[in-house]
C-alpha cells in the first residue's frame, strides 16, 4: 500500500481482477481473450500498447491513412479489450468550453463531431444520445466563477461561446429538475453513450478488416532500446517489448496507457498520476420520467469544488432494467479512501457508493415514486483509473529522454478522455508517420497546432516538463483542494484568481 506524498512511485502495471463495471455487462464475444494470432510476432513495425479510446483511434487512424500502408500493427493490452478507464467511465462526452481555453474548447468539439460521424456512418448501437449538458454550481462563489468562465469564453470566442447558456434563475433552474443550486451552465453539445461498445466496436472492425493482430491478456512489463549495433537495429528496429508472454521488437510504439504510463516511461511518474475513481449505475424511482439533459454537480454537499459529480441516463427502453439506468460517478464527499495515486481497481470505496446512492434524490427532481425512499437501487458499483495530468492538460507526443526515439504517447486526460483520446490518438500517429516519411517532428507538431488539430498545451515539450517540475505534485493539489486552501492551481471550472472568493 502506498502513503500519502509517495506519487514519485511509478504506476504499477492493470491488476488482474478488476471490479464489475456495468459497461462490460454485455461483452464483444469476439473479443474476449481475443489473440488473433496464437503466437506473439517476434517483429513488428508499430506496436500500440492499450485498447482503450485513445489506443483504438490510434490504431483506427493507422488504418485509415495510406501513408501507413503495408506497416505490420500490433495492439497488446494488459486485460480483456476496453477493461480500462473507457470501459468504467462515466458514459459522457462533453467538452469542457469555458474551463481549459477556447483553443482546448475547439478541439473538444471537433473530437465530439468525430465520434459522433464515426457513430452514425457506422450505425454504432453505443446508445448515443445528443442532449445539452447541465453543470450545476452549488455555492455562490462557484456559480459566480462558472458564469464569470463563461463570459471570458464568449468574449475571446463569441462562436464557441454561443454553445454555453448562464442560468441564474431559480424557475428556470427548477425547469431542469435541478433542485436549489444558485447557477447552472448549459452547453448545447453533449452526448452520452456506452463507450465499451463504440470502441469494441472500432477493435472488432479492425482486426476483422484492417489487419490488426490484437493481443489481449499481454501485459508489456517493460520497453528497452535495442542495441545500436545489433542486426535489429539495422532492420529498423529500435525497441524491446518485455511482455508476460515473451519479448517483441517494435520500430514503433504509441503508448496508450492513460493512468498506467509511467510504468513503462518512469519520467512520467510524477506528470500522469494514476486517480481511482468510482461509478455505479442506479435504478431510477419507479414512474420517474427521463432526464432531458446530462449533469455535473460542482461543489454539492458542503461547496467544496472537489466534489465534483456526473450523471447520464440510459435509455429508457434499455434492458434489463426498461426505465433507465442513472449512471452516476463521483462520490468524494463520501469517500473514505485514499485516490490520488491508486492504480488498483479491483478495490471500490463503500463510502462513495453510499453517497451516489443517496445523493441524487436531493441533488435533482427525479420525479416518480419517491416517498419513503432514501436510496437508490444499485445494480452495479465499479471503481476506474483515471490518468491525471500534473498541469491538467493531456500529453502527446514523443516520450522525452534518451534511446526514446519512436516511443510516442497519447494520454493523461484527468478524468476527460471522451472528447479527447479520439483526435489525441490520431495527432500522435500523424506525428510518427511524418517521421517515418523522413519530415521533422516539430514542424509536424506546428502544422497540428496551426489546423487546430492538437492544441498547444498538450505537446511534450522540454520546457513544459521544466514548468511541471515547478508545480504542486497532484497529490499536493488535491489535499490542498480537500482541504480548500489557497494556491489552488488548475480547478475544473474556476480559474486561480477567483480561488480567494470561496
Ligand atoms: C470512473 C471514471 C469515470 C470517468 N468518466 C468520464 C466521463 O464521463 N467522460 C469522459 O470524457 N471521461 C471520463 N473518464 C475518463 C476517461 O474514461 C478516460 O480519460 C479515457 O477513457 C482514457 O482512455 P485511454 O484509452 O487513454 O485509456 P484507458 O481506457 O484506460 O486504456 C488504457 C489501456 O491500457 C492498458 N494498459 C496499461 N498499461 C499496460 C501495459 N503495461 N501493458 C498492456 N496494456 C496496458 C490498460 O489495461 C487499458 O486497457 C472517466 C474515468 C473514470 C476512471
Redesign the pocket.
Known sequence: MKTLFECENM?S??TEKSSASFWHSEPSEFLLGHRTTAALPKEVDVVI?????????AARSLAEDEAAKGLSIVM????E??????????????PLLFERGPDVAAFELRNYHAIKSYISDNDIPCEWRALPGCRSFWTKALAKAAAKNVRELQNADPEIGKEVKVIENEDEIRKLRVNGAPGVTLTAVAASLW?YKL?TFMLEKLVKEHGLNLQTK????KIEPLNPNSDDTAKGLRHTLH?SRGPLHARHII???????S??LPSFTTLIVP?????TSLLPPANSTRLAASHGFVGANGGNPIHDD?L?QRPFNGMPNPRGHLMF?GGNVGKTMKTVDEDD?SVVDWGSVGYLKKALLGLLDLGGETEGIDELECTHA??????TSIDQHPWVGTAPGEGMEGVWL??G?????????AL??KAVVDMMLAQEAGLPVDAVQEQLVKSGNLPRSYLITKERIERCKRLDSVEVQDVKRLEGLKHLTALPGLKQQDDAKL
Do not use: F, K
Not at 500498447?49 to 483511434?57: E, P, Q
Not at 497488446?76 to 486485460?79: F, K, P
Not at 499481454?218 to 512489463?221: R, S, Y
Open positions: 504506476a502495471l492493470p500498447v492499450g485498447s482503450g479510446i485513445t489506443g483504438a483511434s497488446l493490452e494488459a486485460r479489450a476496453c477493461w480500462g478507464a473507457t470501459g468504467r467511465n462515466g458514459g459522457h462526452c462533453q463507450p470502441v499481454t501485459p508489456v512489463t511482455t503508448l496508450a496507457t492513460n493512468g498506467y504510463t510504468h513503462l486517480e481511482r475513481g468510482v461509478m456526473y447520464v460517478g481497481d465499479w471503481s476506474g483509473i483515471l490518468g497519447a494520454g486526460y484527468s478524468g476527460h478522455g471522451m472528447p479527447n483520446g489525441c490518438g
